[in-house]
Structure formats: C-alpha cells, structure tokens
C-alpha cells in the first residue's frame, strides 16, 4: 500500500545551521505530497504542500521539491531558527477507490534547535 | 473561520468509563478525519467521513470505537468502554476538494485523553 518513510530523530541543531529531513513514499499514480509542522501542545499545520512533479513547494525559509525519480519530498531550510523546533511531518495524499483527501503521514522528525 | 474546533481539550477518566469526544469541522468542508497520535505508533488515521458518511474505518483499532457524523457541522468519536492504552492525543481535520485538485487537511489542536 501507500506509504511514507521519513529520517527518524531527534535532529539537533545550531541556529543557523542547514536542515534536511528526508522524506521518501510509495503510491501508485500522482499523489500530492505535503509536510506539517506541529509545535509543543498544538495540532499540525500545513507547511508547504506540491501536487505534481517537479513542482517546489515552499513557505517560511522552508523548501521541498517533487522528486518522482526518486520519489523523495526531503524538506530543506539554509538557516533554521529556534523557534523553528517542532516536529515535522512529511504526507502524501491517498486515491482510494476514486476522489479522496485522506492524508497518509510519516512517523515524524523532532527538530530540535539550539541557541 | 474559527478553524477546526475540537472539545475538550484534556480528558481524564477512569477505565470502564465511556468517553466522547467532539469535533466541529471548518464550515463548507465536505471530508472530515480522525486521528490518533501517540509516542508508539505516530498519527494513526482511525475513520474518516465525506459529505457526512463513513468511507473507511478500517483504523478504527476495535468496536469499543465508534465515529459518528450526524450532520456536517459535527462529530463525535466515542470509546466505550475505555482502557489505559487507549490514552492519546485525539486530532480531528478537515478539507475539501477543488475539482479533481486534493487540499490539505486542516487540524484541530486536539483533545489529550488519560485513561487512568
């Protein structure tokens, strides 16, 4: 079936550092690929999404680019922030049986960055 | 919009008791789900809805789960009875479709069930 697998954390950090967390899926046919972000005590929110190939979505210094190749959605930021730990979330959008919105997720990457 | 609303937002109840939690979709939303987080296992999806019906709920982990969707602007996940194991953060989310387009899926911030 439809899957997600993403780089297990915790991801440490100094501010200003480089991030990447990998994310790479299963599916059959053209799923949308998404990555959430869920801050301490809060529900996930929608951080960048791409519905097709090559496409880049982006969004707060944040970048993720549609590699069907390979398929990889990996997340990526030149200088993260302290406020940017959380845990991140990498998804893909499931067709079953015709027109569908639900939401498969990876396991969840911890970033952690410090001062 | 208010955004997905979800109540309460902390539970605690013993073992054996019913627990139902409640969800209030973003109005216009045709597709509502239910999620469970937890340490083990991550974000499970356990049951999701499409203009008020259940297409799959084939998460839900046992028939002490119940989901239910009686009009478009509410629904309930009920656990009856409950058990220890079943302490979770509970997410409920909603989105909708443009033409053949998926959007993303907005979440509530949750309610954190103990089962003591």
Same mark, same amino acid.
């Given at each position: ?115 | ?60 982990? !046992?028939? *002490?789960? @119940? =989901?239910?969707?009686?009009? &478009? #602007? ?8 409950? !058990?220890? *194991?079943? @302490? =979770?953060?509970?997410?409920? &989310? #909603? ?8 959007? !993303? ?12």
């Amino acid at each position: 079936g439809n899957s997600v697998t993403q780089m297990e954390g915790p991801v440490t950090l100094s501010e200003e550092a480089f991030l990447t967390i990998n994310c790479t899926y299963t599916a059959t046919g053209y799923p949308s690929l998404f990555w959430y972000v869920q801050y301490p005590g809060e529900g996930l929110q929608l951080l960048l999404k791409a519905t097709k190939a090559d496409d880049k979505g982006s969004n707060k210094g944040f970048e993720a680019t549609y590699r069907k190749e390979t398929t990889s959605f990996h997340l990526e930021k030149g200088s993260v922030q302290v406020s940017d730990s959380a845990v991140y979330f990498c998804a893909l959008s499931d067709k079953y049986g015709g027109a569908t919105n639900k939401l498969i997720f990876g396991t969840g990457t911890l970033l952690a960055v410090q001062p | 919009d208010a955004g997905v609303i979800q109540s309460p937002r902390h539970e605690v109840t013993e073992m054996g008791q019913e627990v139902t939690l409640r969800c209030k979709p973003i109005s216009g939303h045709d597709y509502l789900f239910w999620y469970r987080q937890t340490m083990m296992r991550g974000l499970e999806l356990l049951i999701y809805f499409n203009n008020n019906v259940p297409i799959d709920d084939s998460g839900m982990p !046992e028939d *002490r789960f @119940s =989901a239910k969707m009686p009009n &478009a #602007s509410f629904s309930t996940l009920k656990i009856q009875p409950s !058990e220890p *194991r079943d @302490s =979770a953060v509970y997410f409920c &989310a #909603s989105s909708d479709r443009t033409g053949t387009m998926n959007t !993303e899926a907005f979440f509530g911030q949750g309610t954190r069930l103990t089962v003591v």
